[in-house]
Each structure stands twice: as structure tokens, then as C-alpha cells.
């Protein structure tokens, strides 16, 4: 089984002006990720709006990851489901595609008792490829010592993705399960001190807009370079918070947008998100030319 350890992008999923797939921007995506120097990918998560496939969709976008990725990386297949069953079907398609990983959601309609997401994450485990509980639905908290639970009674459960909660939040994770677990950082404007804390790396939003900045980043903090890490942090932020954490809705068009101004083609998000107006799109802008002042640029792909 591959180890995650460092940038693992949520790759974007194109959609065509009606609505589809497109594969071919799909690949293309795929492939700068890869050319960036990423540590793996995963697909049909929050920022693939995984939400939003159905489950064909699913099957396809998991085997064009895998066959651009090949053996080389982790593929890291998103499963984002109200129950069992489906979450099920999702991790067996991402099984049968070959990923390496499921990163799976609590249910994210009702509320499960505890002992309901211990049966949820098991029967997920029972596929037969190793789980990272993605942590991000608000209303079903998955805490240190929930998780330290599920690992005890689900053995196929690898890791975290902490996206719920704050640094308290991840580093009552990282002391509670951080030994035995796989913990993967999506607090996309704090990345910097996640890794300084000890995070095995990062699934986060950031990563997929733009992901040869965000190797940098991890590279400067594995070698102990917190000038270069902060000069990178402090430039980034204001777009992570632009088209991340402090977006007021519709996400993932403002990443999306993003992704267009750096000269890629992510296509067009699914109704009912859509991309930004002309007022949002220049914001977006505006955090890349902050970003760029900075001497921090995806394009060049280097921190002058």
C-alpha cells in the first residue's frame, strides 16, 4: 500500500458549457498536477464537487485519474454520501478503477449517533481499501476521540482529513490519533503552521488551484526553511481566503476561477454553482496579483 505524505491535491472536476464531464480538460488538469511534483491526487472530492456526480460519474472520473496517475502515485477517491449503501457502491467503483485510498464523509443529511458512523466507516473499511475520514460536514463532527475510536474498531481506517474546526481542532487531532493515524491537513490559509504541527501533508482546496506553489511550501517546511515558508504563506493568503475560507457561498466557482486566471482550463462548475461575476472574478484577480507582488508565482513555479 502507498504511504500519503505531503501534497495531495482535491483535483477540480471540468464540466462543459452543458454540464458533462469533459474528460479531456479532466486529463489536462490531471497531468499539470502531476507535473507539478504532487505527492498523489484525489477526485469527486468537495473541490471535484463530488456532491454533485452521480454515480456513472463517479466510475469514470476514478478511472481517468487512474489511468493518467498510472502506478507511479496514490489516487485518492472521494466518496460523499447520506448513507451506507451508496457510500458503499462509490468505494467499491474506487476499488474496482484502482485507488489506492477512499476519503469518505460522515453521512451529510441526517445525524448519526457515534456507534452509527463506527457501523458507517466499518462497512466502508469492508471494500477493502484504506479510509481517510474526510472531517468536513459541520453538523456531524468526527472528534480526536470519535476518531481514535473508529480506529480502534475499523482496521482499515488509514487517516484524517481535517477540514472541521480550527488548529485547536487539528491539533487535538494530531496529539490524540497523530501516532496511528495518517493525518492530512485541509486548512487551506494555515497549511504553514498545520506542517510546522506535524501534519502529514495536505488535501486541501488551495492545492488544486495552485499546486506547484503548494510543494514548495511543504518542501520549504520539511527542510526547515521558514523564511521561504512564510514568504510563500503570507502570499498565498489572500487568495486561499479569497476563494476558500472566506467565501460566502458558492464554492468551488471561485477556485474555479482561479484556476481560468492562472491559465488552465477548469471548465464550468454544476448547477447550482456557477462561476463568479465580473465584481468576484476581480477580487479573485486581485489575490493573484497580491500573490505574484509577493514573488510567489503557480506559472513560473518558483518563490523569487
Request: net charge negative; charged share 25%.
Amino acid at each position: 500500500m502507498p504511504e500519503l505524505q505531503g501534497v495531495v491535491p482535491p483535483v477540480v472536476t471540468p464540466f462543459d458549457g452543458n454540464e458533462d464531464v469533459d474528460e479531456a480538460a479532466l486529463r489536462a488538469e490531471l497531468q499539470y498536477h502531476l507535473d507539478a511534483g504532487v505527492a498523489g491526487v484525489a477526485v469527486a472530492g468537495s473541490t471535484g464537487e463530488g456532491n454533485a456526480l452521480s454515480v456513472d460519474e463517479h466510475d469514470r472520473v476514478y478511472r481517468v485519474a487512474v489511468e493518467e496517475v498510472g502506478d507511479e502515485l496514490p489516487v485518492v477517491a472521494g466518496v460523499i454520501a447520506t448513507n451506507a449503501r451508496e457510500a458503499t457502491e462509490k468505494a467499491t467503483l474506487a476499488r474496482e478503477a484502482g485507488a489506492d485510498f477512499v476519503m469518505a464523509t460522515p453521512p451529510y443529511y441526517q445525524r448519526p449517533t457515534d456507534d452509527g458512523l463506527v457501523a458507517y466507516f466499518s462497512a466502508i473499511g469492508e471494500v477493502g481499501l484504506p479510509v481517510l475520514i474526510y472531517d468536513v460536514i459541520e453538523k456531524v463532527d468526527v472528534t480526536a476521540e470519535l476518531a481514535a475510536r473508529i480506529a480502534e474498531e475499523v482496521p482499515e481506517l488509514y487517516g484524517i482529513k481535517q477540514s472541521g474546526g480550527d488548529m485547536h481542532g487539528l491539533a487535538n487531532m494530531l496529539t490524540t490519533v497523530g501516532e496511528d493515524l495518517c493525518v492530512m491537513s485541509a486548512l487551506d490559509d494555515l497549511l504553514y503552521p498545520s506542517y510546522a504541527l506535524g501534519a502529514d501533508g495536505t488535501i486541501a482546496g488551495v492545492a488544486s488551484m495552485y499546486p506547484r506553489v503548494s510543494v514548495e511550501l511543504w518542501d520549504a517546511v520539511q527542510a526547515g526553511d521558514h523564511e521561504r515558508a512564510r514568504t510563500i504563506h503570507e502570499a498565498t493568503l489572500p487568495l486561499a481566503r479569497r476563494a476558500v475560507w472566506a467565501r460566502e457561498d458558492n464554492f468551488p466557482g471561485n477556485v474555479k476561477a482561479a484556476i481560468d486566471l492562472f491559465g488552465r482550463d477548469p471548465g464550468y462548475p454544476r448547477n447550482p454553482i456557477h462561476l463568479p461575476d465580473e465584481v468576484e472574478r476581480a477580487k479573485v484577480k486581485a489575490a493573484i496579483d497580491t500573490m505574484r507582488d509577493r514573488g510567489v508565482d503557480e506559472t513560473a513555479g518558483s518563490v523569487v
